[in-house]
């Protein structure tokens, strides 16, 4: 197929246009502006109440949302971040879930104004990764580095279609490493990629795709169009804004939606998000799994990175992830590598449940198959945290967070509505305190330095401590899995 016949059978617009309402998607912009308008000097007894309703695990309105947006008094400010904090306890407990991103490919067909990997940067060496090739990625990161979730990158090309995206996963889930004490694999593989129809969704799913993840980078028309070429597949707003829409219809329910921050005005795109989470709810029964919130970093002949008015300071960076804690209770919220270990830790308390760690996001670049590439001009864009998983993982463990490499959930059929049912009573949380100690044990014996391992070993015995308080009657099954891990027995979990 020539590429120009690709192109144009990738967009089926019957699969969106039946969601539209004469013509018109969800995201009204003017309507949103003047909600947002209307909230711009919220009264400090209604934003506590607005954040009472929050702390019992329920979404918030737009309206309320735009009201949190425009609190001015630091001190209640204080008071979200630390109900932010008490609502990710009560959902997630102490857990903290790491993944790496894995690129597969650099190729790309689109032109976005922001990304490295847009067809226009020429500067830019072209390659898409052999399964050989991925084969030595995933002997580093689950049989070195010790990782069990990855997000895998692909841009969009007839060299990295669905063939190639189904036969990578397929090599990735294949590959198992002898490692310390048992076996180093990949037991969840999720995917950010371009905007897919039912017919491939379908293939992923069944290719054993774990999470999908898509971010609309802006919901405001006026800028996405500006951004995103119109000659382009991703120049087509409403193809992208549904592809949450036909994952589920293919029956995937796990679906991660997000902005990429710095395109437009954050309160704006905020409350576009909870636009979004609030139409999934409507026409499945559950909002999204994950939110993403990347900022944009600087990347090679991307012009937008400079002329963007909108880059958000690390104060504004702050208050969005506050208020998408408060008014997405139930979701799964991920702060990524391009922020540096600094802001990492301090954003981490707010209701962080998700990060990368030890990130490389050159093509072939764990296995370094390539010698140039972890350099700036040959990568989508410049991380901020390149610590090892060990570091990262240790930094944790000293704040009292536990990592989990759980992905159990997934694999028991614990995903989409009914996770979201056992999130938001608390009760999945009882899963995964359980299944988080015995991955954490594995991963301190089968990867840790010494002096993670040394500061792990405390952190996991106070979690057994609190299994025994809290879980009294899952106790004895608990301790009996957790011999056997120590033992060198691998994957047992809840
Ligand atoms: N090509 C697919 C797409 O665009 O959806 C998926 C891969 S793309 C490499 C993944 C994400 O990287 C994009 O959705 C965008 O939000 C993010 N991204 C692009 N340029 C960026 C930059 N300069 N800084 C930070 N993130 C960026
Ligand atoms: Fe391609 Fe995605 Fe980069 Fe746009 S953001 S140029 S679609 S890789």
């Known amino acids: 197929m020539t590429t120009q016949n690709w192109l144009q059978q990738r967009i089926k617009r019957e699969q969106f246009e039946k969601y539209l309402q004469d013509g018109k998607d969800f ?14 000097s919220p009264d400090p007894a209604r934003v506590r109440e607005i954040i009472e309703k929050a702390k019992t695990i329920t979404r918030l309105d737009p309206a309320e949302t735009a009201m949190l947006l425009h609190v001015e008094d630091p001190e209640l400010w204080r008071e979200m971040e630390v109900a932010g904090g008490e609502i990710k306890r009560k959902v997630y407990d102490n857990r903290i879930v790491t993944f790496a991103p894995l690129y597969l490919s650099t190729v790309c067909v689109n032109n976005c104004a922001y990304c490295g990997f847009r067809s226009h ?45 189904v036969e990578s996963l397929k090599t990735i889930y294949s590959v198992e490493v002898k490692v310390k004490r048992g076996i180093g694999a990949i037991r969840r593989a999720n995917v950010n990629a371009a905007p897919l129809s039912v017919e491939d969704l379908t293939r992923l799913k069944d290719a054993g795709l ?13 800028t996405y169009r500006k951004l995103h070429p119109q000659n382009t597949i991703k120049g087509d707003y409403q193809w992208r804004l549904y592809c949450m829409h036909r994952a589920y219809e293919a029956g995937i329910d796990d ?27 409507k026409w499945f029964g559950v909002g999204p799994h994950t939110v993403s919130f990347p900022r944009m970093e600087p990347a090679e002949n991307a012009p937008y990175v400079r002329e963007t008015p909108y880059h958000v300071s690390d104060a504004d960076f702050r208050k969005l992830i506050t208020v998408l804690r408060l008014s997405i209770p ?6 990524t590598a391009r922020e540096n270990a600094q802001m990492r830790r301090s954003l981490l308390p707010i209701g962080i449940t998700q990060t990368d760690a030890s990130s490389k996001i050159g093509i072939g670049a764990y296995s370094q198959l390539a010698d140039e590439s972890q350099h700036g001009d040959q990568q989508q864009f410049i991380l901020g945290d390149t610590r090892s998983l060990d570091a990262v993982i240790r930094e944790f463990a000293e704040m009292g967070y536990i990592t989990s490499f759980c992905t159990a959930g997934y694999r028991c059929g614990r995903t989409g509505e009914q996770i ?34 040394q500061i792990g070993e405390r952190l996991i015995e ?33």
């Open 330 to 335: 139930y979701t799964g919220m991920i702060l």
């Open 210 to 222: 774990g999470t999908y993840q898509v971010f609309q980078e802006t919901y405001h028309h006026e």
């Open 462 to 494: 106070k979690e057994i401590q609190e299994i025994e308080e809290k879980l009294p009657e899952a106790h004895p099954y608990f301790m009996d899995y957790y011999k056997k891990t120590l033992e060198g027995v691998r994957d047992l979990y809840f």
């Open 255 to 281: 679906v991660g939606i997000g902005v990429l921050f710095g395109l437009y005005d954050w309160r704006f795109e905020v409350m576009a998000l909870l636009h979004h989470a609030i139409e999934l709810e």
């Open 121 to 165: 940067n020429h500067d830019m060496t072209r390659r898409v990764l052999t399964q050989e090739e991925i084969r030595k990625e995933i002997e580093v990161l689950a049989g070195k580095i010790g990782h069990k979730r990855l997000i895998v990158v692909f841009g969009e090309h007839p060299d990295s279609d669905i063939d190639y995206m």
């Open 420 to 453: 979201m049912e056992l999130l938001k009573c608390g009760k999945e949380g009882h899963f995964c305190k359980l299944n988080a100690a015995l991955t954490f044990r594995e991963w301190l014996d089968d990867f840790a330095s010494e002096e993670t391992k």
């Open 27 to 40: 995201i009204n912009d003017a309507d949103i502006e003047q909600t947002l308008a209307a909230h711009r």
